[in-house]
């Protein structure tokens, strides 16, 4: 029997992260400092900070290291080909704030709805992707039958999702940056990816031509971005049905 991953515990009550929040966001131009960071495809220094914000070096290094000291930026160091004093670098942190007010525990509901359905073994699967599929379709419902690729996926992107995707013929190669349900996803992979896919496979269907995934590539901790090939799938053809004109002549006919 395979051992199975621990439900995570309860989370940070709201009001300790509204602190956090104020503390770290309260400036708006650290605000806008964490938005530039979090949004960057690679770690910053505070020289990029600060020629993007048009503030002193210092300034800027003083705005990352709080947002570091709150655990919303981590460091690490640039070490260079050349050699030298590698510079320090900052870039977004795993921490994500959930603010409710009450506070609502949805991840540990998730976790246990997915240890339950993982009880079923390869049946769980099964299910997982029809409710997939289908949930997908019914986001494919909002897009008209003659959207293009991105407004296709537009119901994703509006949701969180980052999405990039290359076109070459009749596949689509998706690369997802952002995981809309990366906490859960990380701790139970399986199911959750297994469900991702199966909408993101439901929604390209949406538009009459189905899809099918050929390949995945999950993200790992030196490739922040998962990948999705997707196939279009032939288009079934309806023979018509002749039998009545071939049908042989009986007694009565004649």
Do not use: W
């Not at 991105?150 to 689509?172: F, K, S």
């Amino acid at each position: 029997m395979s051992k199975q991953t621990p439900i995570s515990s309860l989370h940070m009550p709201a009001d300790s992260q509204l602190d956090l929040l104020a503390d770290a966001l309260g400036d708006p131009t650290r605000r806008a400092i964490f938005k530039y960071v979090a949004e960057t495809d690679h770690p910053v220094t505070a020289a990029d900070v600060g020629a993007t914000f048009g503030v002193h070096r210092t300034v800027a290094r003083a705005h990352l290291e709080k947002l570091t000291d709150t655990g919303l930026l981590i460091t690490d160091f640039l070490h260079k080909p050349e050699g030298g004093r590698p510079p320090k670098v900052y870039s977004r942190s795993e921490k994500r704030l959930d603010l409710q007010e009450p506070v609502r525990q949805y991840q540990v509901l998730s976790e246990l709805l997915l240890h339950t359905l993982e009880r079923f073994g390869d049946a769980a699967e099964i299910i997982v992707h029809d409710i997939g599929a289908g949930f997908g379709r019914q986001l494919a419902a909002s897009v008209s039958d003659d959207a293009d690729l991105g407004e296709r996926l537009a119901p994703l992107v509006e949701a969180g999702a980052q999405l990039q995707y290359e076109v070459n013929g009749d596949t689509v190669e998706l690369h997802t940056g952002n995981c809309l349900f990366r906490e859960v996803a990380t701790r139970r992979p399986r199911l959750v990816c297994l469900l991702d896919q199966a909408i993101v496979t439901g929604l390209l269907s949406g538009g009459g031509r189905p899809y099918e995934l050929v390949d995945s590539n999950r993200r790992t901790t030196a490739h922040d971005v998962c990948t999705l090939v997707f196939k279009a799938a032939e288009r079934s053809v309806v023979e018509p049905d002749n039998r009545a004109e071939s049908a042989p002549e009986t007694e009565d006919d004649a």
